[in-house]
Structure formats: C-alpha cells, structure tokens
C-alpha cells in the first residue's frame, strides 16, 4: 500500500500512536503494585437478647391469680405484658398465654407475649414466670 506524503498518511501515524500509548498506559503504568480495595459491606448484626431486671414484689399465693400445672408462675400476666413492653418501646400486646420453654436442654415456665407494631414486623417475648427476665425475642 502505497500512501502519499498528505494528511491522511498523518492522520495515520498519529491515530497509530495514541493506540500504542492507550496500549502502554493501560497495561503497565496504574498498576504498579497491588489494587486497593474500598469495598465495604454492613452486615446485619442479630438482635440479641437482654434480660430486663425487674425488683419481683412478695405475692401472697392463696391471693395471686398466676398459677400453672407445676406452681412455678410467680408473675401475673399484666407484670408480664408490662417487662414486654419495657423492653420494646413503641410496640402494643396482641396475646399473652401460659407455657414452657427449652432453652440449653433447661425447661423454663414463661409468658409467651405476642406483640407488634405498625410497619414493623411482630415480636414473641418470653418472660421467665419465676425470675421476671426475658429469656427469648423471636
């Protein structure tokens, strides 16, 4: 091919030469030692579960209304909604019922408190019937 001595045999080489310099810039000058990753991620981190103290009020039994099949329950059902609600501002009661947990091969006597929320999703609370200490959210 033979170009004559005019502008598009300039245009030609110049067009060559900053391919070659695209070339030479991408493949050896930025990366002249290892790349610095900036990336970070959050990672939701599991709500754990606080036990709430509560000071427990002498309950005289042949007066108190919170019994169970094993006689275990020393709180009623209202101081159970009351720690429930304490430990979770800005949610209400739905139910509230009588049973049994095991927790680490120990069966516990709760109130298992069902509450919720507007947009957000509903909560169980079991409140430990004899030491008043939340045990478990789910």
Do not use: C, R
Not at 127 to 132: M, W
């Amino acid at each position: 091919m033979d170009l004559k001595d005019g502008w598009e045999k300039k245009a030609l080489i110049g067009l060559g030469v900053v391919v070659v310099l695209i070339i030479i810039y991408a493949y050896f000058v930025p990366f002249s030692g290892t790349p610095d990753n900036n990336t970070s991620y959050n990672q939701a981190v599991p709500a754990q579960v606080v036990p709430v103290p509560y000071s427990q009020p002498i309950i005289n039994n042949s007066t108190s209304n919170s019994t169970s099949i094993n006689g275990s329950y020393n709180l009623t059902s209202d101081q159970a909604k009351n720690i429930a609600l304490n430990a979770n501002h800005g949610y209400t009661v739905a139910t509230i019922t009588q049973g049994n947990i095991v927790i680490n091969g120990t069966t516990y006597s709760v109130w298992i408190v069902a509450i919720s929320q507007t947009n957000a999703p509903s909560k169980t609370v079991f409140v430990d019937a004899a030491s008043g200490k939340i045990l478990q959210t789910t």
